[in-house]
């Protein structure tokens, strides 16, 4: 493929972290999560295996640090099949054109996100007013505006299959963003959630930092659509999950993954929905 890609004006280093900068977690034999920075990326794939996926692609400027990890687990001079969107936040593809020129692999995304990623559209600003912490008072730092991945980016199939990875399917999650997907194995009702749910309260700075478990809604200060939203999270909860991976926040599993989806979905306004802020009580999209 030769295209012509690029980031939006906006694009930058975030000089956010965690504890967990660094912590690879092996959730299942074939699912790795990698956290870099504040955010989760994962790959599908036992480690040394032929044939894997990447799911997400990170923070700006952390393309080497993938790159690295992705050759400790499968090898030198190994590359993905594809690389799986759930959205296209700053967080979740701040390496992919770097990863995309060094790979040459097409990237799958839901096509209502597509505006997002072909440079057309920009995300809503992210909401400083929203009720929370201090990270929620920062994100007007925060890259909005769209990237273009011209023709690398490739719609996720309708019939719910997810390319390269035929136990998975395909979940619309909207909400945290129109194009919102997660994805579901139902032999072992493993779930990646993306940023449908996350298991860490991530608009404030000192949960943030000391990633703290706690299953909380999507993250405050990016979300525009709240009753989407909810019923995303009801939706994946129907699922009845017994292993998850979120955008942010370390993995879950068992009565406790359980326990708190159920909380979660009982008491969302209370959880995740903000007393106040810009797209409390409207749908931007």
């Not at 590359?79 to 020129?101: C, M, Q, R």
């Amino acid at each position: 493929m030769d295209q012509e890609m690029n980031y939006g004006s906006d694009y930058k280093y975030i000089p956010t972290t965690s504890v967990n900068s660094g912590l690879g977690i092996e959730i299942l034999p074939d699912i790795y999560s990698h956290t870099i920075q504040i955010v989760n990326v994962v790959y599908v794939g036992e480690k040394m295996a032929e044939k894997f996926v990447l799911i997400d692609a990170g923070m700006p400027y952390s393309a080497d640090k993938i790159i690295e990890m992705t050759e400790e687990r499968f090898g030198e001079g190994r590359k993905p099949s594809a690389i799986i969107l759930t959205h296209g936040h700053f967080d979740h593809v701040g390496a992919l054109i770097e990863l995309i020129e060094r790979w040459d692999i097409p990237v799958y995304a839901h096509e209502l996100e597509f505006p997002y990623l072909t440079g057309e559209k920009n995300y809503p600003e992210p909401d400083a007013t929203v009720e929370g912490g201090l990270v929620a008072k920062m994100s007007p730092l925060f890259p909005n505006e769209s990237i273009d991945l011209g023709d690398y980016l490739k719609p996720l199939p309708d019939d719910g299959t997810v390319p390269h990875l035929p136990d998975f399917r395909w979940l619309h999650t909207p909400g945290h963003s129109v194009g919102h997907v997660s994805l579901f194995r139902d032999k072992d009702k493993l779930l990646l959630a993306g940023d449908a749910f996350v298991t860490v309260r991530q608009d404030k700075l000192y949960k943030v930092m000391t990633q703290e478990v706690e299953i909380s809604g999507p993250p405050r200060y990016l979300t525009a659509d709240w009753e989407a939203s909810k019923q995303s999270v009801e939706r994946l909860a129907a699922l009845q999950p017994k292993f998850v991976v979120t955008g942010h926040g370390l993995p879950m599993s068992g009565e406790q993954l359980g326990d708190s989806l159920t909380y979660l979905v009982e008491n969302f306004t209370e959880i995740a929905i903000p007393d106040y802020g810009e797209y409390v009580d409207e749908e931007y999209y």
